[in-house]
């Protein structure tokens, strides 16, 4: 399998809830692409659609399609808003991801983030590019929420010795308790 360090995100820049997958492929067979370019769609109704194998390269950035992964919702969100569903969907699809490819949050980029200056682009849209900041956070938090035991660990190197002075700490307590109770 090729080795995947970018998820990029996409606008189709047409009418949110009238296009279909059928018509991205049209478009991009125009464009003389051999295939779709984006391996998700994800329409205004919120429905994913795996459209193209993720082990097999797409076309949507210039020249860094060998170690991307292509997500696109329908729409033109410079002028329109991504729906709740199509945004649900998105943050599920990009948590998946980010846990079968092993990426974190700094490796999901809108289309013009990373987009050479020869191809400059305004994909994904403003108003998708604003929610992104907040889905990228959640998605960082959501890694924690389920591995607090790892990350406790880590940051905790003696967590043996501590424990120990913890209990004996406890036990202390109780026997003073009980000293005093007798006298
Ligand atoms: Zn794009």
Known sequence: MRRITQIILHHS??????????MIKEWHKAR????????????????????WPIEEEGFGVFGKNKYTVHVCLTGNFESERPSNN?????????????KNLRLNMYDIFGHKEVAP???????PGSNLMAELNFIRLR????????WPLNIALETMPNWKDRLFE??????????????????
Do not use: W
């Open 86 to 98: 199509q945004l649900y969907a998105l943050e599920r699809l990009l948590k998946k991801l980010c």
């Open 139 to 146: 998605i960082e938090q959501n890694k924690k929420d389920e």
């Open 32 to 51: 003389d692409f051999p295939h779709i370019g984006y391996h998700y769609v994800i329409t205004g109704e919120g429905e994913t659609k795996k459209t």
């Open 13 to 22: 820049a047409s009418a949110r809830d009238t296009t279909t997958i059928d």
């Open 166 to 183: 913890q209990i004996v700490g406890f036990l202390r307590k109780l026997l003073k308790r009980g000293q005093s109770a007798l006298n």
């Open 117 to 123: 200056s020869d191809h400059m682009t305004v994909c």
